[in-house]
Antibody, heavy 118, light 106 residues
Framework: QVQLVESGGGVVQPGRSLRLSCVAS????????IHWVRQAPGKGLEWVAV????????YYADSVKGRFTISRDNSKNTLYLQMNSLRAEDTAVYYC???????????WGQGILVTVSS | SYELTQPPSVSVSPGQTASITCSGD??????ASWYQQKPGQSPVLVIY???KRPSEIPDRFSGSNSGNTATLTISGTQAMDEADYYC?????????FGAGTKVTVL
């Protein structure tokens, strides 16, 4: 069965960096685009970034452009999100989600909490 | 930037039909998807490509999309359907979610 498992979250001070990872299993990772989606406490879903199946295309939400970098290692079935210059408003549960190929998200990880606070 | 608008809440009696709308400029020209999220859980895809349903989703969930409005319909609503529901679409290489609708089964 498809599984996506995020790690790397925690508490970080404003302005510092953090890298999230998402390990995938149960499907051919290198055939699919993968997304990061976040959800601030008590709020709705916000799309963060997507990377194409081969890493050749990457797109970002305006709120994180220039600060966050999405990448993948298909040999390790792993997705990454490098988050720099973190702000309090980046505090959220971060989910990785597999693309259907038609602009939807068919499998989601359990989420990992990132808290930006001094 | 593209925006999707949903009602904050919808109430429905058990066994009745709940309809959740999602409005956006020319949304009917795009694919709409819908996600169910229960407290403390990850979102679950319930409708994609406007009308398609993943195999594990009950057939009481259906979708439509035309003009500026996509609609998620839950027929014969059950207590287990109480959750937040989010619509989502793709526009110009970005992905947009509506703010979510809380469905309460009274």
């Amino acid at each position: 069965q498809v599984q996506l498992v995020e790690s790397g979250g925690g508490v970080v001070q404003p302005g510092r960096s953090l890298r999230l990872s998402c390990v995938a299993s149960g499907f051919t990772f290198s055939n699919y685009g993968i997304h990061w989606v976040r959800q601030a406490p008590g709020k709705g879903l916000e799309w963060v970034a997507v990377i194409s199946y081969d890493g050749g295309d990457k797109y970002y939400a305006d709120s994180v452009k220039g600060r966050f970098t999405i990448s993948r290692d298909n040999s390790k079935n792993t997705l990454y999100l490098q988050m720099n210059s973190l702000r309090a408003e980046d505090t959220a549960v971060y989910y990785c989600a597999k693309s259907t190929g038609t602009h939807a998200f068919d499998y989601w990880g359990q989420g990992i909490l990132v808290t930006v606070s001094s | 930037s593209y925006e999707l608008t949903q009602p904050p809440s919808v109430s429905v009696s058990p066994g009745q039909t709940a309809s959740i709308t999602c409005s956006g400029d020319k949304l009917g020209d795009k694919y709409a998807s819908w996600y169910q999220q229960k407290p403390g859980q990850s979102p679950v895809l319930v409708i994609y490509q406007d009308t398609k349903r993943p195999s594990e989703i009950p057939d009481r969930f259906s979708g439509s999309n035309s003009g500026n409005t996509a609609t998620l319909t839950i027929s014969g609503t059950q207590a287990m359907d109480e959750a937040d529901y989010y619509c989502q679409a793709w526009d110009s290489n970005t992905y947009v979610f509506g703010a979510g609708t809380k469905v309460t089964v009274l």
